[in-house]
Antibody, heavy 125, light 111 residues
Framework: EVQLVESGGGLVQPGRSLRLSCAAS????????MHWVRQAPGKGLEWVSG????????GYADSVKGRFTISRDNAKNSLYLQMNSLRAEDTALYYC??????????????????WGQGTLVTVSS | QTVVTQEPSLTVSPGGTVTLTCASS?????????PNWFQQKPGQAPRALIY???NKHSWTPARFSGSLLGGKAALTLSGVQPEDEAEYYC???????????FGTGTKVTVL
């Protein structure tokens, strides 16, 4: 059974940093691209970032580019999101999601097949 | 900035049929946008239903189907059940620097 478990969320002041983690199990982690998707309270879904199976290709939404860094450790079956210079508008539930493709942005079929339960990030003074 | 638009809300009777649509601000949605559909119930993570326009995941009930309709992606629920009441999001693939854009979401009420 595929399991994705996010952690690392919490309350943080504007301008500070936070690192999210996603522990994966139940599948061959280094065969698939992974993504972070967020959902602000009462709002819709927003793709944040994606990373290919070997970290060779990475992408970010414009809203987080230059502030967030996605990474993965295939030996530890883990996905990370380093979030710096946090803003109030980054307040959201952050989900990690597994793709069906090894590249995060390949020009082929993609889907966010499996999702974790999310970790809540609140940016407030 | 690309915007993907869905109906804000739809109401359907149990056993009825409802079609949700997903439109792109860039023009007609084609199979090359690899439309996806997700279901989200309150307090739960999204669940994948449809990918690449019409492909179902192993857990997707047969009453859900995806298609292209009039330049939009569409999700049809046939024989709606009370448990289908949820928010539904589409996702389109644009490639490039901002490859994935979610739709605005449709709240489906079964009444």
């Amino acid at each position: 059974e595929v399991q994705l478990v996010e952690s690392g969320g919490g309350l943080v002041q504007p301008g500070r940093s936070l690192r999210l983690s996603c522990a994966a199990s139940g599948f061959t982690f280094d065969d698939y691209a992974m993504h972070w998707v967020r959902q602000a309270p009462g709002k819709g879904l927003e793709w944040v970032s994606g990373i290919s199976w070997n970290s060779g290709s990475i992408g970010y939404a414009d809203s987080v580019k230059g502030r967030f860094t996605i990474s993965r450790d295939n030996a530890k079956n883990s996905l990370y999101l380093q979030m710096n210079s946090l803003r109030a508008e980054d307040t959201a539930l952050y989900y990690c999601a597994k793709d069906i493709h090894p590249d995060y942005c390949s020009g082929g079929s993609h889907t966010f097949q499996h999702w974790g339960q999310g970790t809540l990030v609140t940016v407030s003074s | 900035q690309t915007v993907v638009t869905q109906e804000p809300s739809l109401t359907v009777s149990p056993g009825g049929t409802v079609t949700l649509t997903c439109a792109s601000s860039t023009g007609a949605v084609t199979s090359g946008y690899y439309p996806n559909w997700f279901q989200q119930k309150p307090g739960q993570a999204p669940r994948a239903l449809i990918y690449s326009t019409s492909n179902k995941h192993s857990w997707t009930p047969a009453r859900f189907s995806g298609s292209l309709l009039g330049g939009k992606a569409a999700l049809t629920l046939s024989g709606v059940q009370p448990e289908d009441e949820a928010e539904y999001y589409c996702l389109l693939y644009y490639g490039g620097a901002q490859p994935f854009v979610f739709g605005t979401g449709t709240k489906v009420t079964v009444l």
